[in-house]
C-alpha cells in the first residue's frame, strides 16, 4: 500500500478526531476538525458506519494514520504484540508504535509532527546512545538517549522547530537529561494512560484476530 499523498486534515476529518498530523497548525484555532465538522467529501453527512467490522476498521486506520505507518507495517507491530508475555496486546501494540524513533523525536519537541520528524531524521540529525540513526522506525528502549547531532543544534532552521514546540509537554516516559546538549531519556515503557490516542485498541486486536 502506497503512503498516501492527500491532504493531511482530509485523514483527521475522517477518523473525527485530531490526528496531530499538521505541525502548530493542530493546535490552533485553524484545525480542520474544529472548524468543519462531518465527515470529508460530497456524501459526507450521510455516511455512517455502525457495524462491528466498521469500528474496528475505523479504530485500526486512526491509530495508522496518527503514527503515519503503513499497512504492512502495522500489522507486523500488531504480530510483535501478540507475542509479548506481558501486558495486553492492544496495550502492547501502542507502546510499541510510541517507541518508533520518529515519534520520540515528535514527543519530545524535536518536530512539530511525525512527518516533519521522519524528514528530520532522514537527514541524520539525531543519536541514539551516542551512534546517529537515521531510520524513522527504529525501535527504542527503555534506557536510551536520544541527542541532537552537535551540527544540527547550530543550525537556525532547526532551532526555530524546537522554539515553535517548546511550550508543548512531553509524556511521563520521557525526561529532559541535559537541556544545553539537546538530550533525553526514555525512562520507561510507555502506559496506556500517558497515551493521548482516542480509540478502543482491543477494537484493533479482533480485528486481526479474525
Not at 482530509?10 to 477518523?15: D, H, L, P, V
Not at 486506520?61 to 496518527?66: C, E, P, V
Not at 520528524?117 to 536510551?144: E, W
Request: glycine share 8%; hydrophobic share 30%; with cysteine.
Amino acid at each position: 500500500m502506497a503512503r498516501y499523498t492527500g491532504a493531511s486534515c482530509r485523514q483527521c476529518r475522517a477518523e473525527g478526531q485530531k490526528l496531530f498530523l499538521k505541525s502548530s497548525r493542530c493546535y490552533t484555532g485553524k484545525c480542520a476538525v474544529l472548524r468543519r465538522s462531518g465527515l470529508p467529501g460530497k456524501n459526507g453527512q450521510n455516511r455512517k458506519k455502525t457495524s462491528e467490522y466498521g469500528l474496528q476498521l475505523r479504530a485500526k486506520q486512526a491509530t495508522r494514520r496518527y503514527y503515519g505507518v503503513l499497512e504492512k507495517q502495522f500489522k507486523h507491530y500488531y504480530e510483535l504484540a501478540e507475542k509479548i508475555k506481558e501486558g495486553k496486546a492492544g496495550e502492547n501494540l501502542l507502546a510499541i508504535l510510541e517507541l518508533r524513533l520518529d515519534n520520540v523525536i515528535y514527543r519530545i519537541g524535536w518536530g512539530g509532527s511525525r512527518a516533519q520528524s521522519r524528514q528530520l531524521l532522514l537527514h541524520g540529525n539525531f543519536k541514539v546512545n551516542g551512534k546517529k540513526v537515521n531510520i524513522p522506525s527504529y525501535l527504542t528502549q527503555a534506557g536510551d538517549v536520544i541527542s541532537i547531532t552537535e551540527k544540527s543544534r547550530n543550525l537556525e532552521s532547526f532551532k526555530s522547530i524546537i522554539e515553535i514546540n517548546r511550550s508543548r509537554t512531553y509524556p511521563k516516559w520521557l525526561e529532559f537529561i541535559d537541556n544545553e546538549n539537546f538530550e533525553a531519556r526514555i525512562i520507561q515503557i510507555p502506559r496506556r494512560e500517558d497515551i493521548d490516542l482516542e480509540v478502543e485498541e482491543t477494537l484493533i486486536i479482533e480485528l486481526y484476530s479474525k
